[in-house]
């Protein structure tokens, strides 16, 4: 179980004030396919305020950056409502946290509860290169 404090903390250190905030929310009846969040916009977007970001070198192999999101249930889990990372299911309880990496993490939702399903979904980035990854 993570307080809003400790999600503050996992996403601290991120490269200017280069954070999105969303609520989402996943209506009953509703299945969104295994996918990864690849973020082109959001990268754009922070590429055009920090144009430095575009030097680092960066793979999946060895990242120079880190995107990551962290979701936030703003409700208890309710039976038919799935949240899924690859094989494994994340069961939460109001105001629990997960950290995705958001170019790894192979996920997919479900919502066949008869209620919508209430999620906060926070992007960040973190530079994780040394200066040596920098293109000159």
């Known amino acids: 179980f ?3 404090k400790t999600a503050y903390e996992i996403l601290s ?3 200017g004030s280069e954070m999105c905030i969303r609520d989402r929310v996943q209506p009953d009846g509703v299945k969104v396919p295994p996918h990864l969040d690849l973020l082109g916009d959001y990268l754009t977007g922070v ?3 920090i ?3 575009r030097k680092v070198k960066h793979s999946l192999e060895q990242p120079g950056i880190d995107i990551c999101q962290m979701i936030v249930a703003m409700e208890d ?3 038919g409502q799935v949240f899924a990372f690859s094989d494994q299911e994340w069961n939460w309880k109001k105001g629990d946290c997960i950290r995705i990496n958001t170019w ?3 996920h997919w939702t479900e919502n ?3 209620v919508d399903r209430p999620m906060i979904k926070i992007t960040g980035i973190k ?3 040394k200066k040596s990854n920098v293109i000159a």
Request: charged share 25%.
């Open 2 to 4: 993570f307080k809003q």
């Open 13 to 15: 250190g991120l490269v």
């Open 47 to 49: 590429c055009k305020e």
């Open 51 to 53: 144009p430095w970001l």
């Open 77 to 79: 889990q309710v039976p």
């Open 104 to 106: 790894r993490a192979l």
């Open 112 to 114: 066949k509860s008869g």
């Open 127 to 129: 530079e994780i290169s």
